[in-house]
C-alpha cells in the first residue's frame, strides 16, 4: 500500500464482450487433514514453482493455520474456526502467545469464543482496542516447542469502504476480507510487537506462516483468495471451497457475484486478473502491466515464487494493496488511459519481493517495503521505456518529496513519526530517491548484486534496515554511514 485516492475519477462504463467466462469446475471432494497433526507439506508443493519448492522442507517454525470460513447469504457476517500451531521459534520460553484481531480497528467486530491451548479452556486478555489478544499458556511453552490454539470466531464486516481505504468492507458488491483471523503477532527483539497501527499506512507485521483454508460460501459467487484452489464442492445452495496456501505471510479472500477472468502464463505461473464486465479493457492493460513487471523482478531479484497471481479490483480508495501472491487494485484507477494504473499495478507486483518474499515490520521500517517497492518501480519504467520512463517516473517521486518542500526528513522513521503528509512524501518520494542515491555511491553493478544478495539473505524471512546496511556495505566495500546519516536515520 498505498495512498488516499485523492479525487474518484468517473469511469466511462466500456462494454466489453465476455470473452473469458470464469470456468466453473466439477465438484471435487476436498481432501481431509486431521487437524491435531502439523501440516503435509506436500499439500503446498502445487502452489509453488519448481524452484521454489524446497524451501516446503525449511521453515519448520513456521505458524500453521487450518482455518475455516462461512460466509452468510448478507456477505456481512462470518463466523469462524481456527486452530494454529504455533511453535516457539525463540530462546527461551513464552508463557503467553499473542494474536491479532484487527477486524476491530478496521470498524468491523471480531469475537473470539471456545479458546483452547493444548485442549486446555484458557481465558484471553484482550487490550489495544480489542486488537491484541493475549493467550496466557497453561505451561510455558519452552524453546522449539509448539503450542495449538483452537478457538471460534465471529466477524461482523463495515458496509461502507470509508475506515481504512476499505480493506475489510462488504461494499459495491464486493466483500474483501483483510486480516480477518485472529492473526499470531510477531516475537522479536522487542518481545511480542504490537501497536495500534497509525492510519496512513499498513497493518500488518508478520512472519512466514502456511494456511489451509475452507470457505463455505453462496455457490453463485466468485471466490479470489490467496494460495492455490484445492477442491471444491457445492451442497445445496453453498459452495464449499478449500485453498492451501504457504509459505504466505497473510490470507485474504475476496467474493463477488460480478467477477470475469482472464489469465496469462509466465514461466510456471498464471497470473489472472479478476474485473466486471465493465472493466475489462482495464483489466487487460493492468495484466499486460503485471506479466511485464514480473519479467522485469523475475531477471533482477529472483523468480516470483508461487504458481499464481491474482489480481483483483474493489471499491478501496487506496489506489492498490498487495498481498501474498495476491494484488488489489482500485476500480477508480480500472481504465488503460488512466495515469495511475501501470505504476500502481508494477509498484504491487514488487511487493511480492519486497513485503511477501523478504518481510519488514511495516510499522517501525516502512521504507524497507515501500521505499524500496517505489525504487524497483523506478527501475521497472527504466527497463521498459528507457531515460525517458525513468524520468517520467522519477518526477513523480520528486513531485512527492516536494509537496513537503524538500525536507531533509529522515526516511528510516516509524509510520506513527510522520504526519499523513510526510509520510507519503518522504516514504513513497525521498525514500525511493535514496536508493538512487545509493545506487549512485555504489555503482550500478555492485548495487544490482548487492540488492539482489539482500533478497536471496532475506527470503521468506524479516529484513532490518541494519541487515540491509551491512550487506551493502560489504559489497562495495565502502562506509555507507555518511549517506544513511544523510538520508535514513534520524
Ligand atoms: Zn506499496
Given at each position: 500500500m498505498k495512498k488516499l485516492l485523492p479525487f474518484l475519477l468517473a469511469l466511462s462504463l466500456l462494454a466489453v464482450s465476455c470473452q473469458f467466462p470464469s470456468p466453473s469446475p466439477a465438484p471435487t471432494p476436498l481432501p481431509t487433514t486431521d487437524p491435531s497433526q502439523p501440516f503435509?507439506?506436500?499439500?503446498?508443493r502445487e502452489g509453488l514453482i519448481e524452484e521454489s519448492r524446497p524451501i516446503l522442507e525449511k521453515l519448520q517454525g513456521a505458524s500453521e493455520y487450518r482455518l475455516e470460513f462461512e460466509i452468510a447469504a448478507d456477505l456481512l457476517n462470518v463466523t469462524g474456526r481456527e486452530i494454529i500451531h504455533y511453535t516457539?521459534?525463540?530462546d527461551m520460553p513464552l508463557d503467553e502467545v499473542q494474536l491479532r484481531l484487527f477486524p476491530n480497528l478496521l470498524g468491523g467486530r471480531m469475537q473470539v469464543t471456545n479458546l483452547v491451548a493444548d485442549g486446555k479452556a484458557v481465558t484471553p486478555v484482550l487490550t489495544l482496542n480489542d486488537s491484541l489478544m493475549s493467550i496466557p499458556l497453561p505451561t510455558p511453552l519452552e524453546p522449539g516447542q509448539h503450542v495449538t490454539l483452537g478457538m471460534d470466531f465471529s466477524l461482523t464486516v463495515p458496509?461502507?469502504?470509508?475506515?481504512?481505504?476499505?480493506?475489510l468492507a462488504y461494499a459495491e458488491g464486493v466483500l474483501t476480507l483483510a486480516h480477518s483471523y485472529p492473526m499470531a503477532a510477531v516475537y522479536d527483539d522487542e518481545g511480542w510487537n504490537a501497536e495500534i497501527p497509525p492510519q496512513s499506512g499498513d497493518l500488518t507485521y508478520a512472519d512466514i506462516s502456511f494456511f489451509d483454508v475452507t470457505v463455505t460460501a453462496p455457490k453463485d459467487l466468485t471466490l479470489v483468495a490467496v494460495g492455490r484452489e484445492m477442491g471444491r464442492q457445492v451442497e445445496g445452495e453453498q459452495q464449499i471451497v478449500r485453498y492451501a496456501a504457504g509459505p504466505v505471510r497473510d490470507f485474504y479472500l475476496v467474493v463477488s457475484d460480478d467477477f470475469e477472468s482472464i489469465s496469462r502464463e509466465i514461466g510456471e505461473t498464471t497470473v489472472n486478473f479478476y474485473a466486471p464486465a465493465d472493466l475489462q479493457s482495464g483489466a487487460e492493460a493492468g495484466l499486460e502491466t503485471a506479466i511485464r513487471a514480473l519479467e522485469d523482478f523475475n531477471a533482477r531479484y529472483g523468480t516470483y515464487p508461487y504458481t499464481e497471481l491474482d489480481l483483483v479490483t474493489t471499491?478501496?480508495?487506496?489506489l492498490g494493496i498487495e498481498y501474498p501472491g495476491m494484488i488489489a487494485i482500485t476500480e477508480r484507477i480500472m481504465d488503460p488511459k488512466h495515469d495511475y494504473l501501470e505504476s500502481v499495478v508494477a509498484h504491487e507486483v514488487g511487493h511480492q519481493w519486497f513485503?511477501?518474499?523478504?518481510?519488514?515490520d511495516q510499522l517501525d521500517d516502512p521504507w524497507l517495503d515501500e521505499s524500496l517497492t517505489q525504487f524497483i518501480t523506478l527501475q521497472y519504467f527504466e527497463d521498459e521505456y528507457g531515460s525517458n520512463g525513468y524520468q517520467g517516473y522519477r518526477a513523480s517521486l520528486t513531485q512527492r518529496w516536494q509537496r513537503v518542500d524538500n525536507k531533509p526528513i529522515p526516511v528510516g522513521l516509524p509510520v506513527a513519526d510522520y504526519n499523513g503528509a510526510e509520510y507519503s512524501a518522504i516514504v513513497y518520494g525521498r525514500g525511493a530517491l535514496f536508493f538512487e542515491a545509493l545506487r549512485k555511491e555504489m555503482g550500478i553493478e555492485v548495487f544490482d548484486a548487492f540488492l539482489r544478495e539482500y533478497t536471496e539473505t532475506y527470503a521468506w524471512d524479516i529484513a532490518t534496515p541494519q541487515g540491509l546496511k551491512s550487506l551493502a556495505e560489504a559489497r562495495c566495500g565502502c562506509d555507507l554511514t555518511p549517506l544513511f546519516d544523510e538520508w535514513i536515520d534520524p
Open positions: 503435509e507439506r506436500s499439500l503446498f516457539n521459534n525463540e458496509d461502507t469502504v470509508e475506515l481504512n481505504y476499505g480493506v471499491p478501496t480508495l487506496a513485503y511477501n518474499l523478504v518481510g519488514n
